[in-house]
């Protein structure tokens, strides 16, 4: 039999085609759950390197440190290949130019999600066109799942084995256990 011979139109690599598929994942990460875990662990097989970027300020009043949040993260991380962990400060788009990054990833949970992913994806768009948002649902058993929900599940002495890496669940209890010390004084 003849080999066939595919016709494959080929067109030149532009150099940042050549080069690795990196990804940043960005949050608060306060701490990173399960469900942070199993978009990170999905992520990889699309990318070729995930820079998980942990927000040095964000938004809202963080429970652990920086350093605490770091630290759960490369506990959790550590046995996954291709992962960077890192911190940053000022705009999301500039980190990830730093970092020759030309993709965010987030997970997108729930319909309330939605709004916030938009705006925020739209706005990053804006300040720098040749970033690319890419969303993954969450798995539906973690859908429910936040970092908010599981810090007052655990203040509240409730069990999160099953929601958060190990390191978590006791960095958690070591907080609150602290927390209660203080109070008592
Ligand atoms: O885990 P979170 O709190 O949902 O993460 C939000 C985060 C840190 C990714 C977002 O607030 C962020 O990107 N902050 C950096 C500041 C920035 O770039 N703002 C412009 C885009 S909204």
Redo the contacts with the bound molecule.
């Keep these: 039999m003849l080999p066939i011979k595919l016709k494959v139109k080929k067109f030149p690599l532009k150099e940042r085609e050549m080069t690795m598929r990196i990804a940043i994942s960005?949050?608060?990460f306060d701490p990173i759950t399960n469900g942070h875990l199993d978009l990170i662990e999905r992520a990889i097989k699309i990318f070729d390197k995930i820079i998980v970027a942990v927000?040095k300020n964000?938004?809202?009043k963080t429970l652990f440190t920086l350093e605490e949040r770091m630290y759960m993260l490369e506990e959790s991380l550590k046995d996954i290949d291709n992962i960077e962990i890192d911190a940053f400060d000022g705009?999301?788009?500039n980190f990830a130019r730093s970092k020759e990054a030309y993709f965010i990833v987030r997970g997108l949970r729930v319909i309330s999600d939605f709004e916030f992913e938009f705006q925020?994806a739209l706005?990053?768009r804006k300040l720098a066109k040749d970033i690319e948002t890419v969303f993954l649902m969450t798995s539906r058993r973690y859908s429910y799942l936040s970092s908010s929900m599981v810090k007052e599940v655990a203040s509240l002495g409730g069990c999160i084995s099953d929601l958060v890496p190990k390191v978590v669940e006791s960095e958690l209890k070591r907080k609150f256990r602290q927390i209660a010390e203080y109070q008592e004084v």
């Design positions: 960005p949050g608060s927000a964000p938004r809202k705009l999301l788009v925020m706005m990053n």
